[in-house]
């Protein structure tokens, strides 16, 4: 069994940062890549970035210049550092991660985590 739990979401005023971190851990075999996603009620689950196994990165539009996702492989953990945060970033942040499991290191399956809630608001 594998899990996924994030941490670090708030209340925040805009222009504030927050940090949010995730943490996987369970019968993980290799992680091919970790990634943030966010949903704000009534959208569709947005992409925010990405960090691969081998430290490439992606980003969302929207938070490019803004956020930055890092990586500690060792910790099985990512992050996401929310700089200059808007109103319009309000939303549930979902922690993803494709990797493989212990009985099976030959596929590779896509968990996600339950949310945090960021809310920008003054």
């Known amino acids: 069994q594998v899990q996924l739990v994030e941490s670090g979401g708030d209340l925040v005023q805009p222009g504030g940062s927050l940090r949010l971190s995730c943490i996987a851990s369970?019968?993980?075999?290799?992680?091919?890549?970790m990634a943030w996603y966010r949903q704000a009620p009534g959208q569709q689950r947005e992409f925010i970035a990405q960090v691969t196994s081998d430290g490439r990165l992606n980003y969302g539009d929207s938070v490019k210049g803004r956020f930055t996702i890092s990586r500690d492989n060792a910790k099985n953990s990512v992050y996401l550092q929310m700089n200059s945060l808007k109103p319009e970033d309000t939303a549930v942040y979902y922690c993803?991660?494709?990797?493989?499991?212990?009985?099976?290191?030959?596929?590779?399956?896509?968990?996600w985590g339950q949310g945090t809630q960021v809310t920008v608001s003054s």
């Open positions: 369970g019968s993980i075999g290799s992680i091919l890549a």
């Open positions: 993803n991660a494709v990797l493989s499991v212990l009985t099976n290191k030959n596929r590779w399956y896509t968990y």
